[in-house]
RNA sequence: GGCCCUAUCGUCUAACGGCUAGGACACCAGGUUCUCAUCCUGGAAAUCGGGGUUCGAUUCCCCGUGGGGCUACCA
């Protein structure tokens, strides 16, 4: 009874609908992410379409930060709406645009007498439902004005039901979830249109997806209970069911349903902390699905070829961010210091520290200092902050824990005196390590002289190491600093 | 209230009736390091409960319980 997922190798076409009425967030983002598996893992084709229909809450702003962020974390369709217009010969994909097909398909079922006019007020429906929690009984509408024949005025202020006469329950299959049965009886007349020039969504849904050819809808589980209405709108209006794939939600902390009290869920968030839009892409991808090894860090093309939609998970996933953390960490370590210096500079111009025109060598070497301690972005500012300031520290803190005041004070002049016979052909981390070492080391512990050093520099008990931050720094400003602490030293006793 | 979905370590998950229930994040301990981070080693940590089916249930069925979603003239 079940078909196959994929029939004789047609290539599918699934669709994205994202409502423009708020910021990208997670949810959509993952859900627009598995369409886009699903598509290319086949070979087929991914269409954007824009629900706009709801005009009081509908924004371009909105639309246009939706289509960003998706191309932002690497998710591309390949028709539907752009940021400049849309493509495709399936359009109109913006449902504002749509009002003269769902105007056909409304005629049609109005004729066949399979949709009618309510003219119910708020009141009265909301009342009609109070009863039937009251009563125990499933809340729907079932209307007196099945075959009333309104005059166009009445019309005017109607809205347009499908009449639902079914009496046999409405099975689907879907694929992360299996056989669903609901009770068409239960759904009531439910409305499809505000008068004849506004479809609603259920409808319009069904419309668009027929029009458009798609042949599967993968969405979010939040959508498994409208899917016998639009059964049976698709039923009445001789269109093919799609196959439904719904996903398990996405969760907060707090196990209901994301959003904006449990936190950034907003993709710009993200991406303004400084997540990598290729760890995102990763790491939602990891949401409620899971490759069949052990391998969690994988880049796109390889989460393409071995996504299945038989992996997906049946219950919902926590979102979290912690080990959204660790595995941006794993992708900072993972990129060339170039290209990441490159998305790490404008957090550094942000904060002040550098401009646009700042050495590009010597601002690698700055951000490769901290590659491996910071999990994203945005922490960069603070990590290399002792670079670009001198250092506000407690003089004791220049006192390793094994050493006490009169050697470190020895410690910092023997440095002085070592690091100012340096010169500028040796002035990088293995140089200058080459000498300090041996001094170092013939103090018996080295922690005794290499400490000082590390807190004249840095003002802090966990930094990078010495050699590598005195390259960054350079001579001059090495020897300020040290000059510096012997000072505070001198203050502390 | 009604309808629907769901249930393995704190979290994400593996084990398509058959091993001491595996991995990852986080956590703890140890090693490496002047320090932090990285890295390496080790540890603690789970099958919601009750009935069935079966030689055998994490796995299949039923009933509870917990969690979630939907319940608009929003999408």
């Given at each position: 009874m079940t078909t196959p997922l994929i029939e004789d190798n047609q290539p599918p076409r699934v669709r994205m609908a994202p409502s423009p009425t708020g910021n990208l967030h997670i949810g959509t983002a993952r859900t627009a992410l598995f369409n886009y598996l699903f598509a290319k893992h086949y070979g087929g084709t991914f269409v954007m379409r824009s629900e706009d229909t709801d005009l009081e809450r509908s924004t371009k702003e909105f639309e246009h930060n939706i289509l960003e962020g998706l191309e932002w974390l690497g998710i591309v369709w390949d028709e539907g709406v752009t940021v400049e217009g849309e493509r495709g010969e399936?359009?109109?994909?913006?449902q504002s645009q749509r009002a003269d097909t769902y105007r056909t398909y409304l005629e049609q079922l109005l004729k066949e007498g399979k949709a009618f006019y309510c003219w119910h007020t708020s009141d009265e429906l909301q009342a009609e439902q109070q009863d039937q929690v009251a009563n125990k009984e499933a809340p729907r509408h079932v209307c007196s004005y099945r075959d009333s024949q309104p005059d166009e005025a009445v019309k005017q202020q109607a809205i347009v039901r499908f009449r639902n006469d079914a009496k046999d329950s409405v099975t689907f299959h879907d694929y992360v979830k299996g056989d669903i049965t609901f009770?068409?009886?239960?759904?009531?007349?439910f409305s499809i249109a505000k008068r004849l020039d506004e479809a609603l969504y259920n409808f319009a849904v069904v419309v668009d997806d027929e029009t458009m050819r798609i042949t599967h809808v993968v969405r979010g589980e939040d959508h498994i209970s409208n899917t016998p209405k639009q059964i049976l709108l698709q039923e009445a209006l001789g269109f093919v069911r799609p196959k439904y794939v719904h996903l398990p939600l996405i969760l907060g902390s707090d196990r209901s349903k994301l959003s904006k009290r449990h936190g950034a869920t907003a993709i710009a968030q993200y991406r303004e902390l400084g997540y990598l839009p290729r760890a995102l892409f990763n790491f939602i991808a990891l949401i409620g699905w899971h490759p069949?090894?052990?391998?969690?860090?994988?880049?796109k093309e390889l989460i393409v070829e071995h996504f299945s939609i038989e992996a997906i998970q049946q219950a919902g996933a926590i979102f979290d961010v912690e080990k959204l953390n660790w595995m941006n960490g794993e992708y900072i370590r993972a990129t060339g210091i170039a290209e990441l210096t490159r998305e790490a500079r404008p957090y550094l111009v942000a904060a002040g520290f550098v401009d646009e025109q700042t050495d590009e060598a010597w601002l690698q070497k700055v951000v490769a200092l901290e590659q491996q301690r910071?999990?994203?972005?945005?922490e960069i500012v603070e990590a290399t902050a002792f670079i670009f300031s001198q250092p506000q520290y407690e003089p004791a803190l220049l006192i390793w824990k094994k050493s006490d005041e009169g050697k470190t004070r020895s410690a910092l002049s023997q440095l002085l005196g070592i690091i100012q016979g340096i010169d500028a052909s040796s002035w990088n981390a293995g140089g200058i390590e080459a000498v300090i070492m041996p001094t170092a080391e013939a103090t018996g512990d080295r922690g005794s002289m290499l400490w000082p050093l590390r807190v004249a520099l840095t003002g802090r008990k966990g930094s990078p190491g010495p050699f590598e931050i005195m390259e960054v720094l350079g001579k001059e400003q090495t020897l300020e600093r040290l000059a510096r602490a012997q000072e505070l030293l001198l203050q502390f006793s």
């Open positions: 399936h359009g109109p994909y913006r009770k068409a009886e239960l759904l009531g007349d069949a090894d052990t391998q969690e860090i994988m880049p910071i999990h994203k972005l945005s």
